[in-house]
């Protein structure tokens, strides 16, 4: 695992430094009522006295804990709270270093691109002011190779997604595994029952009721089935994953818009709030020559932009999302009811790094990014969007005649 990486582990002495503790240490043993101590995952204290019996509650990000809250004075609830709170906390500092790192690698790849960019113009420069004769016919094909290259830097969103989409993807099969793991330990216990029945076939028909045998018959086959079901869902998740990815599809290819807008909505639906909700109105369409994993990555910024844009507005709302040929080639859009734009905003929109999100929430590229692999397809993007009514995007691909 990198140390970079957006889905590296924190460690709890990274999150909080020397100076935070002694800042979160007095409230937190004011909170908690005379002592309180912040333990790392190896149990060394960070700050505070621990005192031998003292009760500990984990702090956790993810899966694992990163470190406890131990207090001897506190209640369990005061003990739970202040846990809480402090958990908010570090989830904060989490967002915040994983954006500032995206910043700095956003940064740091574009000025490589723009150096390695501008020793090339400079090169040509040179040679076509030997070539005076040809200057102009040159310099535009120069020109036009550079803006197509231009449309294809797509990577930084691409890094910036896949810490949110694995921990996304590591929920959603934990769930299954968690009631499989479940269903498997009952079924243990079932089958002890049946080893304590051979020793009392003497008495069977008494064993029989007592032990409630037809009871764990009959719950014995929902267990496995329940169990099938969730590994089959595991498997689900990671096909839809490998096909997101398109790990087996990296050059052009005749490819359904559909199928790209249906695998990046399957993957955002797995973590729709429940007051939000996804809808796909797609019509036929006909097939594009394309990259498939640029599309899925496209399909994927807007429809999860456009969720964020109903979560800030705090209420409920859907995303609408459909697709239709026509006699100029394919249109797309994407409508949500969510905080909107002002025309400032959408002046600004396709900027990169340009975002109306707290800081740690949003890296302002998904739009930028967006743009560019709509124009390396040879389409269009607009917006249409309104404060407080929500925002639509409107995206064209033309189709061979």
Not at 302 to 311: D, E, G, H, K, T
Not at 322 to 339: F, L
Request: proline residues 5%; charged residues 25%; aromatic residues 4%.
């Amino acid at each position: 695992m990198s140390d970079t990486g957006f889905d590296r582990e924190w460690r709890l002495a990274e999150l909080l430094d020397p100076a935070q503790l002694e800042r979160l240490g007095p409230p937190l043993r004011q909170l908690l009522g005379g002592d309180a101590a912040i333990l790392d995952a190896d149990g060394h204290t960070l700050w505070g006295l621990l005192a031998g019996d003292a009760r500990r509650q984990a702090l956790i990000l993810e899966l694992e804990p990163l470190g406890y809250l131990a207090s001897n004075s506190g209640s369990e609830p005061a003990l739970a709270a202040a846990t809480r709170l402090l958990t908010q906390l570090l989830r904060g500092q989490a967002r915040f270093r994983m954006a500032s790192s995206l910043h700095l690698e956003a940064v740091a790849e574009d000025f490589e691109t723009l150096k390695r960019e501008h020793a090339r113009l400079v090169e040509s420069e040179n040679r076509y002011k030997k070539l005076a004769g040809e200057l102009e016919s040159r310099v535009q094909a120069q020109v036009a190779q550079l803006e197509e290259r231009q449309q294809m830097l797509y990577q930084a969103e691409k890094l910036a997604s896949v810490g949110q989409l694995a921990a996304g993807m590591a929920h959603e099969i934990n769930n299954p595994l968690g009631f499989a793991r479940s269903n498997l330990s009952t079924f243990g216990a079932y089958l002890q029952k049946l080893a304590t029945l051979k020793t009392r076939l003497a008495d069977a028909p008494a064993a029989w009721h007592e032990l409630d045998m037809d009871f764990v018959l009959e719950d014995g086959l929902d267990l496995l089935g329940e169990t099938a079901v969730g590994l089959e869902r595991i498997a689900r998740i990671v096909a839809d994953l490998k096909s997101f990815s398109n790990v087996d599809r990296a050059t052009e290819e005749l490819a359904d818009l559909n199928d790209s807008i249906r695998q990046a909505a399957g993957i955002v639906e797995r973590q729709l709030p429940p007051d939000i909700s996804l809808h796909l109105e797609l019509g036929e369409l006909p097939r594009l020559v394309c990259l498939p994993g640029h599309l899925n990555q496209l399909f994927h910024n807007l429809i999860r932009n456009a969720v964020q844009a109903i979560q800030d507005a705090g209420r409920p709302g859907v995303v609408r999302v459909t697709s239709q040929a026509g006699p100029e080639g394919i249109s797309v859009r994407i409508a949500d009811d969510g905080v909107g734009m002002t025309p400032e905003q959408r002046e600004r929109a396709f900027e990169p790094f340009f975002t109306t999100r707290p800081v740690g929430k949003g890296a302002g590229l998904g739009l930028s990014t967006a743009r560019n692999i709509v124009l390396a397809h040879s389409g269009r993007i607009a917006i249409d969007s309104e404060p407080g009514r929500g925002t639509t995007l409107n995206l064209s691909f033309p189709t061979a005649p």
